[in-house]
């Protein structure tokens, strides 16, 4: 019922933003860089957070941003709502705040943003250049796993993607792996012509993955907790959204096909994550976002809706 009132009520929506825009803003201001885990290949080994705190603070406040402000441009346009609202704004703040802002300016919020930039890629396709979308997002899932490994998962979600959306399939399928094999192929061919392949080879041992239970050295009751509550949480997400868009259109119901499908994708980098439990949740917060903010919208279970996403914050919080 919480969130229905103030889903459908503007005033209420701007008091709920403030509230955690202010919480947002005051992390910010004191947030200090997450340590890095060791024996992996990180584009956080390069100097490029080597800077004051302010130049910090405006670089995550500008992902941040560029991150909410995408996925409420995807929400609206695939139609999940008839009027625009301002949940996205509040869930994604809300969210990102409970885990903790400096998780955002690491591996894991690049990840999540480029999740954001492959669902934008493959929205529609049966407008402009779908081979070309297709090229761009498997470069960029190449060069994102030189980064950042587990974002090889993300394959799955453009190729699945295609599979539930596109009735020839084939040569788009095609136009991704090429996507990826171009950088390969200039990967190799950069350290070749420099006369470094021995530079190349030190870096394959860096692509591996890890595992986020491992990572959590010490189970607690608050890992457990949070484990928990973000399984009934994309459980019932999934279900009740489900049952809602089966009398949708079509179009409709393949879009949020396409939010299941990144879910899995989610799941699975969240598993093989080299960070602990707390800090690899924030894979999972993109389908989260997304399926809480269709539950704002619901009449119907509203005090099961409410009661679920309050359970899921306050594990986060703890």
């Known amino acids: 019922m919480m969130l229905k009132i103030i889903q459908s009520n503007f005033i209420l929506q701007m008091a709920a933003l403030v509230a955690v825009l202010v919480w947002t ?4 201001v004191g947030f200090s860089l997450l340590p890095t885990p060791e024996g992996t290949y990180w584009i956080f080994d390069l100097n490029m957070l080597n800077n004051t705190n302010i130049v910090n603070i405006v670089l995550l406040s500008g992902l941040l941003f560029l991150f909410i402000v ?3 441009i995807y929400y609206f346009r695939c139609g999940f709502a008839d009027k625009h609202h301002f949940m996205i704004f509040v869930f994604s703040l809300l969210a990102m705040s409970s885990i903790g802002i400096a998780s955002f300016l690491s591996p894991l919020g690049f990840s999540m943003l480029l999740m954001v930039l492959l669902l934008m890629l493959n929205y529609n396709y049966d407008s402009g250049n779908v081979k070309c979308r ?5 470069i960029l899932i190449a060069m994102a796993c030189l980064f950042y490994f587990p974002c090889i998962f993300l394959s799955f979600f453009v190729v699945s993607s295609l599979i539930i959306n596109k009735y020839s399939k084939t040569k ?8 990826i094999l171009l950088v390969i192929v200039y990967l190799f061919s950069y350290f070749y012509f420099t006369d ?3 530079g190349l080879l030190s870096l394959i041992p860096g692509l591996k993955l890890s595992n986020c239970f491992d990572a959590t ?5 608050r890992e457990i907790l949070l484990l928990t509550t973000t399984g009934i949480a994309l459980l019932y997400g999934i279900v009740v959204d489900k049952i809602h868009f089966d009398t949708q259109p079509i179009a409709l119901r393949k ?6 499908v990144m879910t899995i994708s989610c799941i699975l980098m969240f598993v093989f994550s080299p960070y602990d439990i707390k800090q690899s949740v924030v894979f999972l917060m993109l389908p989260i976002i997304f399926y809480f903010t269709i539950l704002s919208q619901l009449n119907k279970n509203r005090l099961v809706n409410d009661f679920i996403v309050l359970l899921y914050i306050v594990s986060l919080c703890l």
């Not at 297709?134 to 498997?138: A, H, K, Q, R, T």
């Not at 788009?172 to 996507?179: E, Q, T």
């Not at 879009?255 to 299941?260: K, V």
């Open 196 to 198: 470094n392949v021995s």
């Open 70 to 72: 995408l996925t409420d």
């Open 172 to 179: 788009d399928i095609l136009a991704f792996l090429i996507g």
């Open 134 to 138: 297709d090229l761009f997002s498997g």
């Open 255 to 260: 879009r949020m096909a396409t939010i299941n």
């Open 217 to 221: 050295k010490i189970w607690s009751w």
């Open 25 to 28: 803003v005051l992390q910010i």
